[in-house]
């Protein structure tokens, strides 16, 4: 049988849920994942321990749900931009997660090395993997039918592929390896290159005038 909460319960454990990923985005802007402990956690969000276990879950999760306020965050800013298609959309999803980085340098930049430690901890992130790379997946498709791409290549492997080259600029931006431009200029320089993959004639000649453009901008130092 499912026992229904009352509102004003349910308001309660909303608002303690929020209070806690508020302050552990603070917590990860500070002092990095280490800071994050539950226990500095729930002193900061005044819960205590088996509360932010209830509402949230693990260290591993928490990080995991400030994961998913970004991706909602990513998918606003792109929901305003409904026109957009194909390579166009991935290239506002590339700008729209830059200007969501600099808008708190700190806290993402810790959020990215955070990450990192759950990648090589096996964490199962695999969903929010998925969600992120949808974007990507539907821009390959949009591409293929705007006569960009062949469609050679199926959209979720390539839609991925990009993804993780994503990941990987970022991370590096969050260590302080690559400048913001920099990491500009390297995000749409992988995703123009994953896109020639499979480019038609048309295709190609636009990709290859984007690339030039972001060849001149690149910080060729970081490797």
């Keep these: 049988m499912t026992t229904t ?16 990923l508020v302050e552990a985005g603070r917590l990860l802007a ?8 539950l226990r500095s956690l729930a002193e900061n969000a005044c819960v205590t321990v ?10 591993e999760q928490v990080v995991a749900a400030l994961i998913a306020e970004a ?6 800013a792109l929901a305003a931009l409904p026109d957009l298609r194909g390579l166009a959309r991935a290239e506002a999803a590339v700008r729209s997660h830059l200007t969501l980085c600099l808008s708190a340098p700190d806290r993402y930049g810790a ?3 955070a990450l990192q430690g759950l990648q090589a ?14 974007v990507f997946c539907t821009s390959v498709r ?9 469609g050679r290549l199926l959209p979720a492997p390539l839609g991925h592929h990009i993804l993780h080259g994503q990941i990987e600029t970022f991370r590096l931006w969050g260590l302080g390896v690559l400048a913001p431009p920099a990491a500009e200029a390297r995000a749409l320089y992988a995703l123009y ?8 004639k048309q295709g190609r000649r636009r990709l290859l005038e984007r690339l030039r453009l972001s060849e001149a901008k690149l910080d060729t130092s970081a490797g």
Excluded: C, W
């Design 5 to 20: 909460l009352p509102p004003a319960r349910l308001r309660s454990m909303d608002a303690r849920r929020r209070r806690i």
């Design 30 to 37: 500070a002092g990095g994942a280490d800071a994050l402990t």
């Design 50 to 59: 088996p509360t932010i276990y209830n509402l949230v879950g693990t260290k």
């Design 71 to 76: 991706l909602d965050s990513m998918d606003a």
């Design 111 to 113: 959020l990215y090395r």
């Design 121 to 134: 901890g096996r964490q199962p992130l695999g969903p929010l993997f998925s969600r992120a790379g949808e």
């Design 142 to 150: 949009e591409a293929a039918q705007a006569g960009d791409l062949h």
């Design 193 to 200: 290159v994953a896109f020639m993959g499979d480019a038609t």
